[in-house]
């Protein structure tokens, strides 16, 4: 089983997103989320994105950026996938700008849980063979079906 399966769904994995910077490309995945979440309120989800990212750049390097926060109103753990149409700077530790995402709301008192995952993304998007897999994807179902039959 694949744990990126319980918590991203289609309607959260984008294809070739825009993003001139960090703060649009935060707007663009608040809309995913809460087009698809109706029950979060987009401007806790930006608010909450940005507040973290300016903790410390959640860029790991090689073009790949994990967003992540806490949102109170988010009852379970949820994921959205993006590739950018055009990498965007993200303060990574190797300075390359970042064309790969995956986003990573919690509840506000999943601490354990929240690690878990972010650890078990970050040894998927580890894999150079997965990344490669998700950047070559066509459009989003295949991105979608790509990511959610990974192994970490």
Known sequence: M?????????????????????KRL?????????DDQHNLPYDEVLDQLIARE???????????AIPHCRVSECAQPIG?????????????????PVDLLFVLLVPTAAHQQHLDILAMVARLFNKADFCERLRAARDDRMLYDIACSATA
């Open 54 to 64: 300016k903790l410390g750049s959640t860029g790991l390097g090689q073009g790949i």
């Open 26 to 34: 935060f707007e663009t995945i608040a809309k995913i989320v809460c």
């Open 2 to 22: 694949n744990a990126l399966s319980e918590i991203l769904t289609p309607a959260r994995t984008v294809r070739h997103a825009p993003g001139i910077s960090k």
């Open 80 to 96: 959205t996938l993006l590739t950018l149409e055009k990498p965007i700077a993200f303060d990574a530790p190797d300075d390359q």
